[in-house]
């Protein structure tokens, strides 16, 4: 329980507060308020119709000494007012009745002397936003870093200087300076991808096969360094300028849709960035975790489900700052956990979003993140969340899924987990080519043999990189061959498959940098105006030399997997049998660097052969009589031609064999 808000909370009886809206307002008795008076006002807007119930938080100077009202607007009405300790904020509680009317609402305040007003805007619900669809096994979800993909805009590559900025909402935006500049030689800098770009080139997205798109953080990052990622939020109802505006936004999202295409947003809970405008006069001292010397976390996930644990490593686990330049949130303070939850939906409702992803999952405290989620399913039924739970303890990783049998009876009601285990296995195995027992191929194997320790295994997002990975290139020591193992695995095994901006061709890391994050995040190339190659289009990318050799093949090969896959219902939302193999090698029988199985539905399978060996294999189909008997005439699925699967077909050497059957 959190028991600062006893002692630093006046909930006030809505009948004392004028609670009653009055239709009748004339907003030119009230004058308007200062940039001075009221410096923000969130969330900025709202909807009628929603669940949330909403609860604004307003800073500005001494402004816990008024009293508040809301008038012009039937069925809108304040309901209680709470004081934080920091006199410079108000949390009002809002009711937005049935009978409630999109348009234009004020917020008067009174502080004994005086009455200013605020405009408050109440937005009408699009047709059908509460049953929204989300992603699912049927999508390929493509994760775009924003500033490396695609520059649009040039102008706002040099910052911005601070000041107004018209977001579109009641009043103008003040946004700061934004001190970390472009400087694409710098790999830790900004690139100047931006949201104009990646509208742009969504149709290369959709041509690929994808069907969903995630993007790293949009909103204001300002770190004066490394701000180029935005992990460490500045304001989270805004977008960074040097990406666009929320209009941007609002437009790329749109665009996405009209292409089929869903949007995910990347959602950071856990932390915000120390440039944070609330950093300087938190609402309350415990907003965030403090503690008299700087203490980081453990990334100690078995704390939460360890009975053994010592309460000091689950301290350290919940509250410790992720690195210095991000605070770590109090989601147990309920005014945080509000501001969170709303801040959620509005985007959701705001921007049209299909999904969302959770950063850094397992940090936040687990009960405040449970009421979380569900507080945006209760809004969004049909919300699939996704959090990154980087775990590569198979029964640690289940235990954050929504319905898991956990001994403590945690629920998180997150309905789907990242698959790190699998991300491990996968691109670990590819790098085996003398193998013994456990190691190659039979890594996945093992891997998907756990599937029992998972609730829901069409909700595990499976992938061989993200951003934070090494690039797949580089570890597979630019191999194209097993490049394309990566790619036929990601688009057949179960789950919900993520592909990482660049690894359809193969990209690796700058070599001329020491920076091991900024040098994998690398420019898209043809992005930018004046850039050498073009990986966008086909002439670019056939006219490719050099690192991007193989552009074209694998970028195709990748179109073909997943513009297939969007059609295959025993791949989407079929049951798994798989096979372990094994060959002689004198006297011993060990196991074998290939990996095969059937995704099936009672009516169509597919059958998937693996050969990481740098040999050819010969198929024994009758390893695989439990599941069918006799050979079986189905189509290639790389090649579109006839193939018999039957004893002694030649798989080649590191290459995948994907055959789609009737049964």
């Known amino acids: 329980m959190y028991t600062g808000m006893k002692k630093f909370t006046c909930i006030i009886a809505a009948s004392l507060l004028l609670a009653a809206c009055h239709p009748s307002f004339n907003p030119a008795s009230v004058r308007d308020a200062t940039a001075e008076e009221i410096a923000r006002v969130e969330p900025p807007c709202w909807w009628t119709g929603m669940k949330m119930p909403l609860q604004l938080l307003v800073q500005g100077p001494g402004i816990s000494g008024c009293t508040v009202s809301i008038e012009g607007a039937p069925g809108v009405q304040v309901s209680g007012v709470s004081k934080a300790e920091s006199p410079n904020y108000l949390f009002i509680d809002v009711i937005v009745g049935t009978n409630a009317r999109p348009g234009t609402c004020w917020l008067v305040f009174n502080n004994g002397a005086d009455s200013f007003k605020y405009p408050y805007l109440l937005r009408g619900r699009q047709e ?3 049953g929204r669809t989300s992603y699912t096994t049927e999508d390929m979800i493509y994760l775009i870093m924003p500033d490396r993909f695609a520059s649009g805009t040039p102008d706002n590559d040099t910052g911005w200087p601070g000041g107004a900025y018209d977001d579109g909402s009641a009043l103008p935006w003040r946004v700061p300076a934004t001190p970390d500049k472009v400087d694409r030689t710098d790999p830790v800098a900004r690139h100047g991808g931006d949201l104009q770009g990646m509208t742009e080139h969504l149709d290369y997205v959709a041509g690929l096969g994808a069907t969903a798109i995630w993007n790293t953080p949009l909103l204001l990052d300002n770190q004066p360094v490394e701000s180029y990622h935005g992990y460490a939020c500045g304001d989270y109802y805004h977008i960074d300028p040097r990406f666009g505006d929320n209009a941007a936004y609002k437009h790329y999202v749109d665009q996405a849709h009209a292409r089929g295409l869903k949007v995910i947003m990347d959602i950071v809970t856990n932390h915000c960035g120390t440039a944070h405008w609330w950093m300087e006069d938190l609402p309350f001292k415990d907003w965030v975790h403090r503690f008299p010397e700087y203490m980081q ?3 100690l996930f078995s704390v939460y489900m360890d009975p053994n644990a010592a309460q000091t490593d689950l301290q350290r686990q919940e509250s410790g700052w992720f690195v210095p330049s991000m605070p770590d949130m109090n989601l147990d303070n309920p005014y945080v956990l509000r501001y969170f939850q ?9 921007a049209g979003l299909d999904g969302l992803r959770v950063d850094t999952y397992p940090y936040n405290e687990p009960g405040p993140m449970s009421r979380w989620c569900e507080a945006v399913r209760r809004e969004y039924p049909g919300m699939n969340i996704v959090g990154e739970c980087w775990d590569m303890n198979i029964p640690q990783l289940a235990y954050w899924q929504t319905g898991h049998p956990n001994k403590n009876g945690f629920d998180s009601h997150l309905p789907s987990i990242m698959d790190f285990p699998l991300q491990s296995a996968m691109v670990t195995a590819l790098c085996e080519d003398r193998i013994w027992w456990s190691e190659g ?7 998907i043999a756990q599937d029992f320790a998972y609730t829901d295994l069409d909700n595990m997002m499976i992938f061989f990189a993200n951003h934070d990975h090494a690039r797949t290139g580089d570890i597979l020591r630019e191999d194209p061959a097993k490049m394309k193992l990566a790619l036929a695995m990601l688009a057949t095994l179960r789950g919900i498959p993520q592909l990482y901006y660049g690894d359809e061709m193969m990209f690796l890391e700058r070599k001329d940098c020491q920076s091991h994050d900024g040098a994998k995040r690398i420019d898209f190339p043809g992005g930018w105006p004046g850039d050498r190659q073009d990986l966008f289009t086909a002439e670019g990318r056939a006219a490719a030399r050099g690192v991007y050799a193989d552009a074209a093949e694998l970028h195709d090969y990748t179109a073909r997997l997943f513009g297939w896959r969007k059609g295959c219902k025993a791949v989407q939302h079929g049951k798994t049998l798989h096979f372990l193999h094994r060959k002689n090698v004198g006297s011993a029988n060990i196991t074998d660097n290939a990996y095969s199985y059937f995704r ?18 010969a198929l024994d189909w009758s390893h695989y009589s439990e599941f069918v008997s006799g050979p079986v005439t189905g189509t290639d699925v790389l090649t579109g031609e006839p193939v018999v699967l039957q004893d002694g077909l030649q798989i080649p050497a590191r290459s995948a064999l994907i055959v789609e059957f009737a049964r």
């Not at 191929?441 to 891997?447: A, F, L, N, P």
């Open 128 to 130: 059908g936003s509460a």
């Open 600 to 617: 099936y539905l009672p009516d169509e399978a597919v059958f998937v052969y693996i050969n990481n060996n740098p040999e050819p294999r």
């Open 342 to 350: 709303q801040w959620a939906v509005w985007w959701i409702e705001y």
């Open 441 to 447: 191929m039979t890594r996945v194997y093992s891997v």
């Open 297 to 299: 976390m453990n990334a």
